[in-house]
């Protein structure tokens, strides 16, 4: 039973370019969550989302940033226009319903 | 604002000792806490969590404590090895449908001297 996979793993974009990160939940879990880390801080909530539906985005920067998770295929989470403080670890989570969170390995942006 | 906080930023012990981790947490509402444990490069690793009807529940050599009269939670790892130095981070949330929006403290650093 694999994991919750994120890809890439290191990322590195020069500003003004794109970010596009993926997330594959666990089988048999609908729900997935993305968290934004910067260094030697704790995990920023960013959105929740369900196949097809956002459900939570309180969490999300109003500008640039997008998530979706299709009906087919992993969520993906999008930066558009990147600047160097979008420099961070994302992390990808996913439960099934009420049930606990798993996460993945995370992705490290890194905006040169 | 609601927001999970650490007493200790960092916490030394040696092979053996058994450690605790501390954590208040502000948010009234908060009925799921969880601990996780992250380790340099890695996502967080689900170690233990509780509910708020309960004061307390063991793992395997960890034990997490909740006292809601003062939003206080606590995580003790019997034994502490080596492979147990990471950064631990207490998380909570509102539930509802969902437990996987959760508020994260900002961490504590254990470091197991052998």
């Known amino acids: 039973n694999a994991g919750v996979m994120q890809n890439p793993r290191h990322l590195v974009r020069r500003r003004g370019q794109e970010a596009r990160l993926r997330c594959s939940p666990m089988k048999g879990h609908s729900h997935v969550y993305w968290y934004r880390q910067l260094p030697e801080e704790g995990l920023k909530f960013m959105v929740y989302?369900?196949?097809?539906?956002?459900?939570?985005e309180s969490g999300m920067p109003k500008e640039r940033f997008s998530a979706e998770f299709p009906k087919e295929g992993p969520s993906i989470l999008r930066i558009q226009q990147v600047v160097r403080g979008d420099s961070a670890a994302y992390f990808c989570?996913?439960?099934?319903?009420?049930?606990?969170?798993?996460f993945g390995q995370g992705t490290r942006l890194t905006v040169v | 604002g609601e927001s999970v906080g650490l007493h200790l930023p960092t916490l030394s012990v040696q092979e053996g000792d058994n450690s605790i981790i501390n954590c208040a947490y502000s948010?009234?509402?908060?009925?799921?806490f969880i601990w996780y444990k992250q380790e340099s490069g890695k996502g967080p690793q689900f170690i233990i969590d509780?509910?708020?009807?309960?004061d307390k529940r063991q793992g395997q050599r960890v034990t997490v404590l909740l006292n809601k009269t003062v939003k206080h939670l606590s995580l003790q790892i019997a034994a502490t090895q080596p492979g147990d130095s990471a950064v631990y981070f207490c998380?909570?949330?509102?539930?509802?449908?969902?437990?996987?929006?959760?508020?994260f403290g900002q961490g504590t650093i254990l470091t197991v001297h052998p």
């Open positions: 998380a909570d949330s509102a539930g509802g449908t969902s437990y996987g929006k959760l508020t």
């Open positions: 948010n009234s509402a908060s009925d799921y």
């Open positions: 989570a996913s439960s099934p319903d009420r049930g606990d969170a798993f």
């Open positions: 989302l369900q196949k097809e539906n956002i459900i939570d």
């Open positions: 509780i509910r708020s009807n309960m």
